[in-house]
Each structure stands twice: as C-alpha cells, then as structure tokens.
C-alpha cells in the first residue's frame, strides 16, 4: 500500500515538473513570437523609413536638375515660361530637407554631410536666380563666368558621395535588423523543438496514469457504493434525530424572539429617556451659560463701579489739592479727609461678595493661583484679581486703599512670587494664568 502511494507521489511530481517545463517553453515561445513581430513591425518600419530616406535623396537631386533645366531653357529660348522648376525647387526643398533630416535623426545618423550638402544646394539656387538676373541685365560677362565654373557638376558629384553614404548606411540597418530577426526565429525553432522533445513523452506518460487513473477510479466508485448503502442507513437515524433537535431549536427560537421584542421595548424606553436628558442637559447648559454671562456682566459693573468711584476720589483729591495750595482750608481738615478717601473700597465684605462673582466667571483662575503658588497671600490673590480685570496701578491703589507706590512694590513682589523677571509683562502672565493646564 506504501509503495504504491509512493508511486503515485512519484508520478504527479513528474507530470508536474513536465507540465511547468511545458509551460515555461510555451511562455518563452510566445514571448519570443512577440518579440518577433515586433522585429518584423520595426524591419518594416526600418524599410519604409530607409526607402524614404533615399527617395527624398534622390528627390533633393530634382532640385539641382529643375534649377539646371529651369535657367537653361530660360537662356535658350528666353520663355519665361520655363522658369516655375527654378520657382518650385525653392518651394520643395524645405520639405525634401525635412523628409531627410527628420529620419536621419531618429537613426542617429551624423548630419554634417547632409547639412553641408543642403546649404550647397541653397547656394547653387541662389547662384542660378543670380545668373538669371545677369541674363535680364544683360550682363553676359559675368553670366558666362559662373557658367563657366559649372558648380552644378561639382554639387552633383557632391551629393553622388552623399547618396552612396546614405545607401550603404541604411542597407547596413536593414542587415543588422535581418540579422536581429533571423536570431529570433532561431530561438523560437529551438523553443519549439524543445517543446516537440518535452511533450511527446509527457502525453505518452499522461495516457498511461489516466488509464490507470480510471482503473484505479473505477475501483474507489464500487467502494463508494458500499459506503452510500451504508450513509444512507446512518441518515436515516440521523434524520430522526435532526427532527428533534429542530424542534428544540425552534421553541428555543421563540423564546429568544420575545426576549428580543422585550429587549427593543427596553431600548425604546431608554432611548426617550436619553433623548429627555440630553433636552435637560442642553437645558442647563443654557442656563448655566446665562449665568455665567449674567454673573460677567455683574463683575463688568462691578469694575466700571470701581473706575467711577476712582474717578470721584481723584476729583475729590484734586480739589483738596487745590484748596490746600490756596490754605483755604485747615490742613488737619485735609488731611483727616484724606484718610478717608484712602481708605479701601474693597471691605472684607465687598471682597466676599466679589470674589463669588469672579470665580463663576474664571472658575478656575484662584484655584491655579494656589496650586502653582501655594504661598501666596490673599492680598497678593487680591492684586492679581484686579490685574485681571485689567484696572491701572492707580485704580489698584485707590481700590484696596493704599499708596501707588504701595501698589508698584506689591506687584513687584507679585512678579517674584510668579518667577518673573523685570521684562516680563505681568498683565499678559495673569491675563492667561486661567488658561494654563498645569504650572
């Protein structure tokens, strides 16, 4: 039993080598073939362009015989009837040159030659409409001279070595694209015969493991019959037996489908419940901004109160002054007085109250004040409340009762308190003190 399974494993892994050696030759051979009708597209092209190439060669050689023919038949019979050559050899040979130039280029071929052999002709044109004009001017001298050096048989001779250069030239592109193709076709006839050699043998093998494939197929088939007599024996009782566990599964089922329905109700009832306190949450963060806005325009008030009782206090002060220039008044009067308007508007009472609205509009600013600086005093905490409210050194002075210079050395030691050097601005520290997330 072993060693047939062993054959068997022999025999597969060799049908699979042969079928992917097969199949490597076939990919090769039409890559190959791709390759060569793509050499063939390209010899095509190669001829077509070649053949162009010399046929506007040939063509460029019109032009020196059409402006040779042109002034001599104008000379001869003085026609101007014969002069459209000379006129239609200037109209072509921009074309003719392009037609030449444009392929030579792609062909990598050096264009010295050509480009001298065009400005050649472009001379002899214009010598032949020169010669021309002599002719009409009746200046034969000079006309007889340039007949004379016959530079049309010079250029002819000229464009005679061109023309064998570029024959020989395309002729050796045509070869080499021949010689391109023909190795080509000898990698695909030994692809080919590579593959005759490989599948000769491998369908010989593949007819003799299916034969005993079948055999052996036609032997597993009479044993399944055996087996289907015994299944369906076995399915018999296996169908009792499903029955009632579907009918177990059913009435588990539907008991899991009220469940379900009693669970939707459940989650109707929660999410109009959800719905009603996000209506009540949205609700008291209505209100709660209300308050907050309620609570910042009492401490708006509460500052313009503090800057119009300021304003009072320096009138008073400025007519005390006054009134002390002119000894109008008793300078113990005066200075009782002034006692007075020192004394602080801020009352421990007024702070209390103020304080509460501050802190419902910056919650969070005398909190990070004692968590950054736990040492710091409610006087300094004072100050800096002010300074949050953006009042003057003067407004500062005359709230809490004390000196302006008194004021200058508290927020100097405030400055200290905050680490703060003399170039740092207190107010914009202070202004965003609240917003800081940690010290």
Not at 182 to 202: E, R
Not at 206 to 235: C, G, M, P, W
Request: proline fraction near 2%.
């Amino acid at each position: 039993m072993n060693s047939i399974i062993v054959k068997n494993l022999i025999n597969r892994h060799l049908l699979g080598a042969s079928a992917a050696i097969i199949i490597v030759l076939l990919s090769a051979n039409i890559v190959i073939s791709s390759i060569n009708r793509d050499i063939m597209n390209e010899n095509r092209q190669l001829e077509k362009q070649t053949e162009q190439v010399k046929k506007a060669v040939f063509q460029s050689l019109y032009l020196i015989h059409n402006a040779d023919l042109a002034l001599r038949g104008y000379v001869a019979f003085k026609d101007s009837r014969y002069l459209p050559p000379l006129q239609f050899a200037y109209e072509d040979r921009d074309s003719i040159y392009q037609t030449i130039e444009v392929p030579l280029s792609l062909q990598n071929y050096p264009l010295e030659e050509f480009n001298k052999l065009k400005d050649s002709i472009n001379v002899y044109l214009d010598q032949c409409t020169r010669m021309k004009d002599l002719f009409d001017r009746k200046q034969l001298t000079e006309f007889n001279r340039l007949a004379n050096e016959d530079k049309g048989y010079h250029l002819w001779l000229q464009y005679d070595q061109f023309n064998k250069r570029i024959c020989r030239f395309e002729d050796t592109i045509n070869e080499q694209a021949q010689q391109r193709y023909n190795d080509a076709q000898n990698s695909n006839h030994l692809i080919q015969g590579l593959l005759v050699i490989f599948c000769i043998p491998t369908l010989l093998f593949t007819v003799f493991y299916t034969y005993k494939q079948v055999s052996t197929a036609k032997k597993l088939r009479d044993a399944q019959r055996e087996n289907i007599h015994l299944l369906a024996e076995q399915n018999e009782k296996l169908e009792g037996t499903v029955k009632e566990r579907t009918a177990q599964i059913m009435n588990k089922q539907q008991e899991l489908k009220e469940q379900y329905q009693q669970i939707l109700e459940k989650n109707t009832q929660l999410a109009r419940q959800r719905e009603e306190l996000v209506w009540q949450q949205e609700e008291l963060v209505w209100q709660n901004n209300a308050l907050v806005q309620a609570k910042k325009q009492q401490l708006e008030s509460y500052v313009e109160s503090i800057r119009e009782k300021n304003e009072i206090i320096e009138a008073i002060q400025g007519k005390l002054n006054e009134l002390k220039d002119r000894e109008q008044v008793e300078t113990d009067f005066i200075e009782n007085f002034d006692i007075i308007l020192r004394s602080t508007i801020l009352t421990e009472e007024a702070w209390q109250k103020y304080k509460t609205t501050f802190e419902s509009v910056y919650p969070h600013f005398f909190a990070t004040l004692r968590y950054c600086y736990p040492h710091i005093t409610d006087a300094e905490q004072r100050l800096a409340a002010l300074i949050k409210l953006n009042l003057s050194l003067k407004e500062c002075a005359n709230t809490l009762g004390i000196a302006p210079e008194s004021v200058r050395k508290a927020r100097h030691r405030l400055k200290k308190r905050f680490h703060l050097t003399e170039t740092d601005n207190i107010e914009v520290f202070i202004q965003n003190l609240s917003m800081k997330a940690t010290c």
